[in-house]
């Protein structure tokens, strides 16, 4: 039972252009969510979050937002760059747990 | 160092033997979290201890797995008799009042 989704395993995009990474949830107790970054031979690195009563949070070229309706929560990269071709984990938690529970990423491609 | 490490960074053993992975936590930080990472998989939640005690075990594969962690600081993740499928990526994380984790390199173990 996979509670948090990434549909797309790999997306390439050309550099300059916009990156969207996608990530569904079934779970309507999850209530925070969580982007990370793994680059090869090395642990993933926390990118951004968002907490439910919320619906955007944004940090310089990177926004994530949150359709609680739709249990569906996206990440976008603008302008992307070539250093940010990795895979991109979600990562999603109910209010009062400690459990993370992580979707199987997506690998992420700019192109230059 | 201020982030979490891990040792080895790579371990080969063969089917039977015991591994021992060691963790080191960001210094404060009270939860400590243990995931696998297996090919073209996700983060497989392991445990979690919040100081000495690990209130979720449940994670855990099998009873050939067993961690601890002792001054609420390093945590020691122990596999007994490997088996060829225990090969994966074992990632460490922690987090302190806050609900972001991070993550340490990780321990690349392939068994033989």
């Known amino acids: 039972d996979q509670q948090v989704k990434q549909n797309s395993p790999s997306l390439s995009v050309q550099e300059g252009r916009i990156s969207i990474l996608n990530c569904d949830y079934t779970?309507?107790?999850?209530?925070?969510f969580l982007w990370y970054k793994k680059y090869p031979a090395e642990g993933p690195t926390f990118l951004i979050s968002i907490s439910s009563i919320k619906d955007k949070n944004e940090d310089g070229r990177f926004t994530v937002f949150l359709n609680k309706s739709a249990k569906h929560l996206s990440l976008h990269i603008v302008p992307s760059q070539p250093g940010d071709s990795a895979v991109y984990f979600c990562a999603a938690k109910a209010t009062g747990t400690y459990k993370y529970i992580f979707g199987t990423g997506t690998r992420l491609k700019v192109l230059a | 160092g201020a982030g979490v490490s891990q040792s080895p960074s790579n371990k080969v053993t063969e089917k039977g033997k015991d591994v021992e992975l060691r963790c080191d936590p960001i210094s404060g930080h009270t939860a400590l979290y243990w995931y696998r990472q297996s090919l073209g998989q996700g983060l497989e939640f392991l445990i979690y201890?919040?100081?000495?005690?690990?209130?979720?075990k449940s994670g855990l594969p099998s009873d050939r797995f067993s961690a601890e962690r002792t001054g609420g600081s390093v945590s020691t993740l122990t596999i007994q008799r490997t088996q060829q499928e225990d090969s994966a990526v074992y990632l460490c994380?922690?987090?302190?009042?806050?609900?972001?984790?991070?993550f340490g390199p990780g321990t690349r173990l392939l068994v033989l």
């Open positions: 779970n309507s107790m999850f209530d925070y």
């Open positions: 201890f919040q100081g000495n005690s690990a209130p979720d």
């Open positions: 994380a922690s987090s302190g009042a806050g609900e972001t984790q991070y």
